[in-house]
């Protein structure tokens, strides 16, 4: 069984900072994909940042482009999002994503999402 587990998120008033980590453990043969998303109020589930294991550069969303770095670290698959300068409409709850193998299953790989952390932004 795999599981995300995210961290980090909180209220900040706007123009500061909030970093969020997700760490992905189970039974993990390779991930393919790792990231996050957002889902604000009302709206549709978005992609913030995402980095693949190809090799191409980290997928940002254009509104966070300049102010959100997506890195991996620390603990073995473990994830960070740096946010910085923050806005009101960054007001959201961010899910933690990975598209992975796992063991027993190594053909193919399936999406995982953490249960979100909420990031409240305030003026």
């Known amino acids: 069984q795999v599981q995300l587990v995210e961290s980090g998120g909180g209220l900040v008033q706007a123009g500061g900072s909030l970093t969020l980590s997700c760490s992905a453990s189970?039974?993990?043969?390779?991930?393919?994909?790792m990231g996050w998303y957002r889902q604000a109020p009302g709206k549709q589930r978005e992609l913030v940042a995402v980095l693949t294991s190809s090799g191409s550069p980290t997928n940002y969303a254009d509104s966070v482009k300049g102010r959100f770095t997506f890195s991996r670290g620390g603990a073995k698959n473990t994830v960070h999002l740096q946010m910085l300068d923050l806005r009101p409409e960054d007001t959201a709850v961010y899910y933690c994503?990975?598209?992975?193998?796992?063991?027993?299953?190594?053909?193919?790989?399936?999406?995982?999402w953490g249960k979100g952390t909420l990031v409240t932004v305030s003026l």
């Open positions: 994503y990975s598209n992975l193998m796992s063991t027993g299953q190594e053909s193919y790989g399936m999406d995982y």
């Open positions: 189970g039974s993990i043969f390779a991930i393919n994909a």
